[in-house]
């Protein structure tokens, strides 16, 4: 059985997660429009749909411990960007709130002793090692390529390639 505290910690996780997914769904939104970035295009669908996904796994966990999940109201996210660096250093922004988000549960667990949600969270630390990692490593390589048109086509073409074969992360 979840604690009261630990409960409204998890549905506050819940809520980032679901805005991280509308974020990464306006992202994806505005790089359709913008012309030649169908990878950065389809990277932000995918990520938009695996933060639901992280989402959901949530919500499910709450209800099984004997908890009550909420579905979150969303605020609408910044829908407009200024340049496709701008785009992924609000990527990194998210991931590293969820994060610290992730390590404070942890921590509320383990001071609880709630050994089940802290194991269960553990999942979510190596997933916030990915994300972040995957994160910084794309926002290094626009830095790289600056306003370059073919360094950014380069970009584009190959970002699918950081999720791996079949849309997953790579180690």
């Known amino acids: 059985m979840l604690s009261k505290p630990m409960q409204e910690a998890l549905n506050k ?13 306006a992202m994806a ?19 938009s749909d695996e933060e639901r996904m992280h989402m959901l796994k949530l ?7 004997g908890g009550f999940a909420i579905v979150p109201h969303l605020e609408q996210p910044m829908i407009t960007f200024q340049s ?19 390590n404070d549960i942890v921590g509320m667990a383990l001071t609880e002793r709630d050994y089940a949600t802290h194991n269960f969270l553990q999942w979510y630390v190596n ?27 380069l970009f584009d073409r190959d970002i699918m390639l950081f999720r791996g074969p079949e849309g997953g992360k790579k180690r």
């Open 59 to 65: 919500i499910r966990y709450i209800n099984e411990r």
């Open 29 to 47: 939104s505005w790089a359709e429009i913008q012309p030649g970035l169908d990878g950065v295009t389809n990277f932000f669908y995918k990520q």
């Open 127 to 153: 997933e916030q090692i990915e994300e972040e990692h995957l994160a910084r490593t794309l926002n290094d390589k626009l830095v790289l390529v600056g306003e370059d048109k073919g360094g950014i086509y």
């Open 84 to 102: 496709l660096q701008r785009v992924f250093e609000e990527f990194l922004k998210h991931e590293i709130i969820v994060s610290t988000s992730i």
């Open 13 to 25: 996780q819940v809520q980032l997660e679901a805005e991280s997914s509308q974020a990464y769904l």
